[in-house]
């Protein structure tokens, strides 16, 4: 198994970033709903919403690390031709550029904030004494964009399982597993 991607398949370092995010999004989307749908005091809420700034942070460092490793490799990546294979290709740019801009938007305004950011116990910005207003103002659609970046991600693996792996047997689901 390469640790570089090639032509007919992904390799290891992107298969790992790829599933090792898939599961992360996944938890990050459980702790969105439970903030979304619980009460306020709701225990299951209050847990799967203590780790949303930590796990949100995470995930924006590994996609800037995935997206450089991505553009390395771009010459010998799995090519996608034809027209459904353009539509793929404009698919993963939609993806990579909302999983900048969702994290990106909730950082932006902790860093211009009265209130700072930590990850992990770490300070990262301290606290302002007064807030920067335009700082502020792309946080306002971070939970839209973030449904919206669900959703797309629901479209994307009925994809990957219904049309390529269940409908067209076409392989498309190995080159990411085998
Ligand atoms: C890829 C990473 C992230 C995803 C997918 C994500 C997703 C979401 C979603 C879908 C909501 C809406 C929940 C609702 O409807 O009640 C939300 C809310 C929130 N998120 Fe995130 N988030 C991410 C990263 C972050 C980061 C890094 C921070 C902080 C630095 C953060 C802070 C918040 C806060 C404070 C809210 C509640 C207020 C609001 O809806 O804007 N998130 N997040
Ligand atoms: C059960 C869940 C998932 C399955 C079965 C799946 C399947 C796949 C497959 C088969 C590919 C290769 C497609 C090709 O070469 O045309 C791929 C690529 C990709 N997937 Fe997923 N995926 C899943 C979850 C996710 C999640 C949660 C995200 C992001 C939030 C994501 C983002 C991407 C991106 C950006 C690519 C392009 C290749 C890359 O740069 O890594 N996938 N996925």
Request: no cysteine.
């Given at each position: 198994m390469h640790l570089q991607d090639t032509p007919s398949r992904y390799g290891l370092i992107s298969r790992a970033l790829h599933w090792g995010m898939a599961l992360l999004f996944l938890a990050q989307f459980a702790s969105a709903a439970a903030h979304w749908a619980?009460?306020?005091?709701n225990a299951l809420r209050e847990t799967l919403w203590s780790y949303h700034v930590d796990l949100g942070i995470t995930l924006f460092i590994l996609v800037l690390l995935r997206g450089v490793w991505g553009f390395i490799n771009l010459q010998r990546r799995p090519e996608h031709s034809g027209a459904i294979g353009a539509a793929a290709q404009a698919g993963h740019v939609v993806l990579y550029a909302l999983m900048v801009i969702v994290p990106g938007t909730r950082i932006l305004a902790a860093a211009g904030s009265d209130r700072g950011l930590s990850y992990f116990g770490m300070t990262i910005f301290p606290a302002r004494e007064s807030e920067i207003a335009w700082m502020q103002?792309?946080?306002?659609?971070h939970g839209e964009l973030g449904w919206i970046l669900a959703l797309i991600v629901l479209g994307h693996i009925a994809m990957a399982?219904?049309?390529?792996?269940?409908?067209?047997?076409?392989?498309a689901l190995q080159r990411m597993t085998s």
């Open positions: 619980l009460p306020r005091e103002a792309p946080s306002e659609f399982v219904g049309w390529h792996h269940l409908w067209r047997r076409d392989g």
